[in-house]
């Protein structure tokens, strides 16, 4: 019997909102996609029935279940080591979620999975502004701050596969509380929560007008929007949140002399009112010797089709899982 070589695989991005799933080949393009809401599902085992239901459906309207070769998975706080979510910050699930085991025994198929920052790290590196370097930082800014470092054009995972844990750097002494329990983490002032933390405080320092007064709820895209209206507090809160991740960018890059740094995620998108202070503070803290040398640059490749790519990575360097081996 002449065995056929399976050149199609899964990638899953586990989001905080959503989870996207597609079928990719081996060329990288997205044959088939489709997502849903992930807070829907306050139960991990619930959640993973419902996912691996979703991916067979997708599957077999295109060209057949057996014709994928396995899943690679992006969740957050996931060891690519165990295969486990444990104590997700910013995820409803607690405890420790065998991940790729659950999904691996529904779905009959090898599973890889990775943490969401190294997995948006191999996305850009397969696909994006990472390709061709070798030494470069990932940071992603969204509601959680992740990041991911390659050297050498290897990605470090660490011991346990947690490498990485930029947005829980602390950068200051006894600051604010942050979701992973500790105080003065990155996190707590870069991240979404933490922007629109600085607003408010920013609002009650003062008796000074700011558009962001009138605002119910207050996002990083709405205080962006004021911004870009002029309002000097807003501006002001992107400043304060530029320093903080500059002075935080400069201690990441002296550790590991990077060629570039890459931004992903929606806060990377508020351009000059976040990138100048950003700027300006990593040059003021970085070891001198590399001063001036190391590149910011702004992801140009959409989040969710990187993160899902990067999956499919993933799924292509687990070995193909059979039951009789
Ligand atoms: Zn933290």
């Given at each position: 019997m002449e065995e056929e070589v399976k050149s199609k695989v899964i990638g899953v991005d586990i989001s905080i909102e959503r989870t996207t799933f597609a079928i990719v080949d081996i060329r990288g393009h997205i044959l088939a996609e489709d997502s849903f809401v992930?807070?829907?599902?306050?139960?991990a085992n619930e959640y993973v029935t419902a996912l691996s239901e979703k991916l067979y459906m997708l599957m077999e309207a295109n060209?057949?279940?057996?014709?994928i070769r396995s899943i690679g998975i992006s969740a957050p706080?996931?060891?690519?080591?165990?295969?486990s979510i444990t104590?997700?910050?910013?995820?409803q699930w607690k405890g420790e979620i065998p991940l790729a085991a659950l999904v691996r025994d529904r779905m009959g198929m090898a599973v890889a999975v990775g943490n969401d920052a190294h997995v948006s790290a191999l996305g850009e590196y397969a696909?994006?502004?990472?390709?061709?370097?070798?030494d470069f930082m990932i940071v992603s800014l969204g509601v959680g701050v992740g990041s991911c470092f390659f050297t050498q054009g290897r990605e470090h995972t660490g011991t346990d596969g947690f490498a990485g844990e930029f947005g829980h750097c602390?950068?200051?002494?006894?600051g604010r509380e942050c979701g992973c329990g500790n105080?003065?983490?990155?996190e707590s002032y870069v991240g979404a929560n933490g922007i629109v933390r600085t607003a408010k405080d920013l609002m009650l320092e003062s008796d000074e007008p700011s558009l962001?007064?009138?605002?119910?709820k207050l996002t990083p895209k709405v205080i962006f929007e004021c911004c870009e209206k002029g309002d000097a507090m807003a501006i002001e809160t992107y400043r304060r949140t530029g320093k903080v991740l500059g002075l935080g960018l400069a201690n990441y890059a002296s550790l590991i002399n990077p060629q570039a740094i890459i931004l992903t995620g929606?806060?990377?998108?508020?351009g000059k009112f976040l990138m100048e202070p950003c700027r300006e503070a990593f040059e003021k803290h970085v070891f001198p010797n590399m001063r001036g040398k190391v590149k910011i640059v702004i992801s140009r490749m959409d989040n969710r089709e990187r993160d899902v790519l990067g999956a499919a990575t993933l799924a292509w360097e687990v070995p193909e899982y059979s039951l009789f081996k």
């Open positions: 992930t807070s829907d599902y306050l139960d060209g057949g279940y057996e014709k706080s996931v060891s690519s080591v165990t295969g104590n997700a910050a910013n995820l696909y994006g502004s990472a390709h061709g370097l070798k602390c950068v200051v002494d006894d105080k003065g983490c990155i962001m007064r009138d605002i119910e929606g806060i990377s998108h508020a």
